[in-house]
Structures are given as structure tokens and as C-alpha cells.
């Protein structure tokens, strides 16, 4: 889920909190600049990825075996590309747009002006994807984040009171006792710098030690409880909390996942992904598409040139609609226009529901346990809408602020998040009127984008009474309401307490040594499998780890050099918590 960090701090009131804040802030370099390892199962898979020594070869006797794999986002077109470098030939099926989540919807008057729907800010310590983005050449610039340079005004509208600023020190002492207090709760109930300073340091002992010992504290636990039990936090007022739930910091809206294990935020805040995120120019959906066309890399097996598109003749085939075991042991996949293909092994990154909603699979390709796991999967959900305007008129300087006459800005109004993106004085501009999650997404689900649009201006006019926001507004809305598309029924995993083991056993899924012969050769991954779901990041490790499974389905192995995620598992395995 997409939560903000702790980027507002920083000015302390006593030399204890001023070292506090010191320590913090250098932890949270380490992290950025660390391995991107994540606290389950640290396994440096951009690593394993940039090895001279490749991901691993696979018996000459299945070069060109089929793979099906359901989905062209990135996870799916990720494994895909990798999965067809070994040598087999993967066969996508898409049931809509490739790019799944990573969707950059153009404005319709003007092609290269683009809104993102789905993933649209990437922590540049996601090594994983940025692998990808940097293989393409993909060019990418700061996000504008509140109270970043990249987003130049930020105002913080509470209560009525909409407050101009550039950094937190524009902005009144609450702020800095809420983010002091936030900081002060992960240092006492997460043992914050420790564990950053593993991760740091790639001390995976250390990560492991920690982690452990937070899994079983916090697992059955909300984000909610986490500050509300703080000592830093009880010490403080209830408008402090609120403050901290309404705007929160880094990228806004905290209190709608105060409601999700407090273990899923600690990752995102131990893993950095709050900090150093970067737009993609162009908009995020280049990485699958280009993905799609880039030629295979050192590919064993294909001609050189050969691309997923090639392999293709150009396109995805359509969705899948069923899953069915064969009596010669391989797998059936029917495709919605009644097309069948019988493969050897199978890849699904669909969201999990849809294996039993929308596709209808075969009961015994999965365990019970992975069953109850796949449907009590939790989604949140998410509304986004964009206008393009002529041009980035919040830049316009209020001479009596000397600021911008709007910035981004977060609210406790129903907008929550407004986001600006300028694509340079003389070109139109983007707004991200609102994006918002869950209650506040609901609210206006039966809404048409006009209808939502309207809305979000009215909501902006009354904190920007002097600025004439709808003047500039030129071509027609675009908005997403995520939980209302079949293909996905929801914006992104956010786990309840208690989920640590159904999170745990989607994620190993893909080691199926011991599973019986009926569950062997399907496959699982995307962003529900993921312990970091709302970040691509986690999406591209799931599809790393099923190209290991799927390599060792076929008989094949990794390099001893450059050993994968299954065979760290041992060493690296996440906590099993007892049944
Ligand atoms: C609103 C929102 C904001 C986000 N913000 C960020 C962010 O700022 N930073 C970040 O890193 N990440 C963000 N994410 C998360 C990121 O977008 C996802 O992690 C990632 O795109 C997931 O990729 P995936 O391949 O796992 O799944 P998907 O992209 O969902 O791909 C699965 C594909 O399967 C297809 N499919 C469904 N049913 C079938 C079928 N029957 N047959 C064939 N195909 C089928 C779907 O159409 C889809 O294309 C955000 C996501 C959302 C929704």
C-alpha cells in the first residue's frame, strides 16, 4: 500500500531528540542506499539479476517449452521476458490493457501528456524494477512529494486552515512534535535504526534477528494500534494522531491503513520505499510495453533479436478462461475465445481473487491452505482523477506569500491527495485532482469522471478561494476507481492482522519440492504475493522468484555462483509461524 514516511521531521526541541533525528536520518540513507533487501526474506535479487553468470540454464530438451502466463503487468511480463532468456517460450495471455496496474492513460488532445492510474512514484531503493527501467534507458525525475523540492509549494489544508510551505520548518510546531512522535514509535516499538542499519550493512543475521521478533509482536496487530499504544504518541493529544492519520508524510493519507497489520507498514518504512521516489518520464506503463519489445538479452535457445513481441507476432493472446489438469499431467489453458493449449507449467499474477471469481480453476491445482490463503486475501481500494490543465499555473508566485498560488496538496477533505505534474512552462500540465483509498475512494464510486471532477474542484475552491483552478482546466477528466474493473477487483493487497501466514504461503509458493504432484506446475506471483504490495518492486521479486520455480520445474538450476532465491531459502526463509 502506498503510506508516506516520516520526510517532514526535523527540528527537535532537546539534544536527545536532535540526535534521534540525526541517527533516523542517516538510517534512512543506509536503507536507501542499501541492497533494497526486504525484512522477510532479504535475498538481493537485483543481485542475482545483474550476475555475469545469469539466472540459470535450463536442460537443452526443453528449450521452446511453453509456459503460459496470465497477466501482461509487470510481474507477468517481467517473468515472461526472463523465462524466455532461459529458453522456453512463454505465452502471454492478457484479459485487458498490458501494463496491468502500471497504467499511463493519455490525454486524449495531447499524446504525450499522460495520467497514472496505477503505480505512478517508485522508491529508488526498489532495485528490482529500477533494473528494468535502467535496462530500457527509461529517463526519470524526483516525484513531487509534499514538501519536496520536486513539488516546490506544499500546502497542508487542516481543519479549515490551509497552511503554505516549502519545507517543514514553514510549517507550525505540531507537525514537528507529530513526526517526532512517529519517529520516536518505530525507534521504541520497531527498534528502527537496528534493523536499518542490517539492512544497510546486508547483514541478513541481523535483519532476520530483529524481523523475527517484530513478526510475532506485530502480526496480529493494526497500524493503528502501533500509535495509539506508542509511548510517544499517548503522550501527545488526539489531534496530534489525527494529524499524523489525515496528512501523514512523505506521500499522505495514513489513516487509511491504519486498519492493516502493522507488520506491512514496517516493511514499507524499513524498506525506504517512503523516501527518494522518482516519477518514470512518459509515464510508468513504458516498462512493460517496452519490456514487451526489448530484445532477449543473452538468450539461450532464440535467435538474437528475438523479443517477447516476436515471439508473439506482436500482441498477448486473450484472457484466460479456465485452468484445468490434464490426465497426462499438463496443465489445460482455455483461453476466452475457447482456444486450448496444453502446457507444462503455468504462471498466474492475477490478482489472487480472480482465480476464483473470474477464471475457473481446477480445485485440486492448489492446496486448501493455499486456497483459504489466496481468498482471504485483503484488497484496498483506491480512486484517482486527473484533468489536464493549459499550463502549470500553480508556479504562478503570490506576491504576498512569495510562494506558488497552489501547491500540492494534502487535506482532510475528501481530495485527501492532490498531485501536480509539470511537463515544462509551455506544455500542458497534469492534475491529480485527488487520490484516495479506501472509505474516501468509496465515497464516490457511483460517481461518472465528470461528476468526480467537479467535486475535487469544489473542494480545492474552498482552499484556494482566489485561484480560478477550472479556468485552466482543458480536455476531459480521467478517472479510475480500481475495485470496479473485473480484471482486478481492487488497487493493491493491504493485510489484516493475522495474514502473516497466508502472506507467507503465497510467497514461497513457488517451492514446490514437496507439494504432490497435482499442485506442481502452476505458479504464482504479482503484487498480492508480494510482503510489499501497492510497490512494483515487490511485484518484480515474485516474478524472480517463480522464474526460479519454473527453472527448476524444467530440471534446470541456477549458476553455483549466483545461487536464487530458492536456494537462499534456507538461510534467508521468512519466519514460519506455528499453524
Ligand atoms: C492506484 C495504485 C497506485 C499505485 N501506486 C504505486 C506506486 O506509486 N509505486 C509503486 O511502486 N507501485 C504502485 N502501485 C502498485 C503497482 O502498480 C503494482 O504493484 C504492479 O503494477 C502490479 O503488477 P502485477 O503484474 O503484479 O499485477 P497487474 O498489473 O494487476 O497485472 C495482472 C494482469 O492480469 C490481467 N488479468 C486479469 N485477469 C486475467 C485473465 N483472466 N487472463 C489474462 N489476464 C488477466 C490484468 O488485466 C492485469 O493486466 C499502485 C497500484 C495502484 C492500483
Redesign the pocket.
Known sequence: M?VGGAGVAMERSSEQHLATARNLSTMKSAVASGLGLLPDFPFAYDQWLTHSDGLGTIPSEHHGAEVAV????????VAAYELARLGLRPVV??????????RSERFGAADDVVAE???????TS?RS?YHYVNQLGLETRPFPNPLTEAAGTTVVDLAGEPLFARTIDDLPAVFREVSDAWDSALEQGARFSEISEAIGLADTDAIKSIWNDLVVQWDDRTFYDFIATSDSFSKLSFRHREIFGQVGFGTGGWDSDFPNTMLEILRVVMSG?EDN?NLIVGG?EQVVRQLWDHPLENPAHWPAGTSLSSLHSGAPR????SLMRSDDGTIEVTD?HGNVRNVPAVLS???SW?LTT??DVDETLFSQPHWMALDRTRYMQ?S?TFVMVDRPFWNDIDPSTGLGVMGMTLTDRNTRGTYLFDNGPDRPAVMCLT?AWNSDAMKVLPKSAHERARLALDTLEKIYPDVDIASHVIGEPIT?S?ETDP??LG??KGALPGHYRYNRRMFSHFLQDDFPAAERGIFL????V?WT???????VA??LNAVWGITRHFGGSTHPENPGPGDQWEQLAPLQLPE
Do not use: C, H
Not at 70 to 76: F, K, R
Not at 96 to 102: A, N
Not at 533 to 539: I, K, L, S, T, Y
Open positions: 502506498a496470465v497477466g501482461a503487468g509487470i510481474s507477468g511480463v495471455y492478457e484479459a485487458g490493457r498490458m501494463g496491468g496496474r502500471l492510474l496505477g503505480g505512478m512514484r517508485f522508491p526498489g524494477f520505499f521516489q510508468a486473450t484472457g484466460v478462461a476466452r499474477t492475477t490478482q480472480l473470474n477464471i483506491s484517482k487520490y479510475v480500481w480484471n482486478f488497487a493493491f506471483a504479482g503484487d498480492d508480494s504490495p501497492g510497490w512494483a518492486d515487490g511485484a515474485t516474478a
